[in-house]
């Protein structure tokens, strides 16, 4: 006998997100929301005659999606890992038609996110303004650059760009000492990851949930104003409080950590390992291990602040003390003395990791294209709404007919649109 009981709610169940933003911040903050169990409808661009559509980041590879033969497909990796759960429907919205299907999907829409440039969706009657007017529940969610106000506002807004406009690259990257050890030379570096964009679009889901929150409450939805820049500040979190109270712009620090000694990446036999020493009673433990317990004791190193006064002196001890032994050995021993400490996997041995495969940070979905595709897992484990994965990305205008047979379109209507290239 099988078992026939429905699957466990989620937490978004009949919640509809219409979803007009494209690249990272966006589709990140959507396929979220998606991952929860909202019914996402992904409104990308149509194909012209020589001119892909949909998202920008369809294209951008390699690597590709290989089909069942190996042969590459025209789905990149990185629209991959930002539109699972969504429906796909193409939609020209620069066309009379096409705003007409997305006042309709409005009219039946809870959340609304798009990441167009200020004033372009005003333009063709889709501002926050018009269609909260038209339907007062919706939660209209923006997601730019600069915000909808201020003197920069109507910028394109890049990440990259973004990590050094909000002081995120003046602090990452060697510092001035570790420059001048190194003939290769140095200077600020933005994160390897787009995290101002990923940042922004986890701020935005909880922005959006608190709005619908407050929808419930009151039937009053409401306009989201969301920004690159203001996130990228916000996330300077410790750096920026100290700054405010100091007046003293931190510098590039490299490995090490503004206010914790010792908190950095050190050279061992074989290698190099992190030690994240985050407490004085840390410390010790950790003297005990390396078997230099007369620095724990030495008044200049017994406590953090001291141990931040007199890093130019404490590190270089202790780096001596750490190359003399492998890794793995460091590692095993720094455990067992529960002292902060980890190595520095690439991304091979982070997916080959027995905590990671344990905790199901991968997921495989079957896929149009490449038969399964494997995934990065959603990190949400809630244990009476889990996360489901019910639909691999879509393919640019995979569920045109299902999405617009919602909105009481026949057939030969949807072939209409088609043909005069409203879809």
Known sequence: ????????????????????SRVLAGPWCTQT????????????????????????????????LRDGAGAETAEAAYYVGTNRNKRSVTIDIASDEGVKLVLALVDKADVLVENFKVGDLARRGLDAATLLARNPRLVYCSITGFGQTGPYRERAGYDYAIQGMG????????????????????????????????????????????????????????????????????????????????????????NAHQSIVPYQVFEVADGHLIL?????????????????????ADPRFARNAGRVRHRAILVPLLAARLKLRPRAAWLADLEAAKVPSGPINDLAEVFADAHVRERAMTVEMPHSLAGTVRMVASPLKLAATPVRYRRAPPLLGEHNEAVLAELGLDAAAIADLRERGAI
């Open 1 to 20: 006998m099988t078992d026939a009981s429905p699957p466990p709610a989620m937490a978004l169940d009949g919640v509809r997100v219409l979803d007009l």
């Open 33 to 64: 929301l998606a991952d929860l169990g909202a019914d996402v409808i992904k409104v990308e661009r149509p194909s012209r005659e020589g001119v892909p559509g949909g998202d920008d980041t369809r294209g951008w590879g390699p690597p590709f």
């Open 167 to 254: 002081g995120l690259m003046s602090v990452t990257g060697p510092s001035r000492v570790e420059i001048a050890d190194d003939a290769s030379g140095g200077g600020p570096q933005k994160v390897g990851v787009a995290v101002a964009d990923l940042f922004t679009g986890m701020y935005a889901v909880t922005a959006i949930l608190a709005a619908l929150r407050h929808r419930d409450r009151t039937g009053q939805g409401q306009a989201i104003d969301m920004a690159l820049l203001d996130t990228q500040v916000a996330m300077l979190a410790n750096l920026g409080a100290g700054y405010l109270a100091s007046g003293v712009a931190p510098q590039r620090a490299g």
């Open 276 to 296: 994240a020493v985050g407490n004085d009673a840390q410390f010790a433990r950790f003297c005990a291990v390396a078997g230099c317990t007369e620095l724990a």
